[in-house]
């Protein structure tokens, strides 16, 4: 197995691994997922148990709701795909198609994600990655010292029919089981110890600022950390699976012309941990008493 940078330090690509993989074949994965928060596994052979089973040497599984989406019998496995078969969708259409990263609309955010391609349209389609530690680093100090110790609020709520037009709205029901969530700015990762921006699309306001003042905060932020200088663009090849770290890169998925072509993709998704502040207010870790 070889593990190869692709862009600088923010991707590598991982090329001869088989599953399953042994101790120090793995402990080698997981130390390079650290260094480089996205890596893409090429020409990886897994069936479903397979894919579940490497994933959750990263650590505990996230189930995803609704089970709709869900490859029956894996729940493990969300499927994202165009695909429909006898009238009925396989997966879930268009997930994705803006920047986020995955649960950073739950209180306990999703750590990793694994998405695997199994069949893939001619054009289109790519997955673009964005490094939010780069990020982070390139802000200016103004808008550091603005964001130093705040919380941003995620609302699903308040998005859902933002970002997912073409879906049901949310009842009343969905709506009481994905309240809204605060979440640092400045995130510590918790392996890395390195600062990562945080922020996406569910992303709505900033603590103690005024509504139009926080949206406009966020806007800024989403737009600057998403600049072609921190963006890898993954073009899939089949048996592709890309393993991508929440805590410190977004993705977002972009069009194909999904009447016409098929693109079916199966993905694990990792437990995290609660968002930990990087900084505290300025001075603080002086005041020891
Ligand atoms: O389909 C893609 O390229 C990514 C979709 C997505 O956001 C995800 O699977 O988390
Ligand atoms: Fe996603």
Known sequence: MEIRPLQRQFAAEVVGLEVPADESTFASVEAAWTRHPILVFRDLKMTPEQHIALSRRFGELHIMEPLQYNLPGY?????????????????????????????????????????????????????????????????????????????????????????YPHLPALTEEDKLKKPDVWHPLERRHPKSGRTALYIGRWACGVEGMSEVEGAALVQYLQEFSVRPEFVYRHRWRLHDAVLWDNRCAQHCATPFDDARYRRHMLRTTIEGDKPVMATTSPGSSLATH
């Not at 795909?81 to 306990?108: F, Q, Y």
């Open 75 to 163: 729940p493990e496995l969300f499927v994202v795909s165009n695909v429909e078969e006898g009238g009925k969708a396989l997966g879930m259409k268009r997930a994705g198609w803006g920047w986020h990263t995955d649960g950073e609309d739950k209180a306990i955010p999703n750590a990793g994600s694994m998405l695997y391609a199994l069949e893939l349209p001619p054009e289109g389609g790519d997955t673009l990655f964005s490094d939010m530690y780069s990020a982070y680093e390139a802000l200016d100090e103004k808008t550091k010292n603005l964001i130093r110790g705040k919380r941003a609020c995620f609302s699903r709520t308040r998005l859902h029919h933002v970002h």
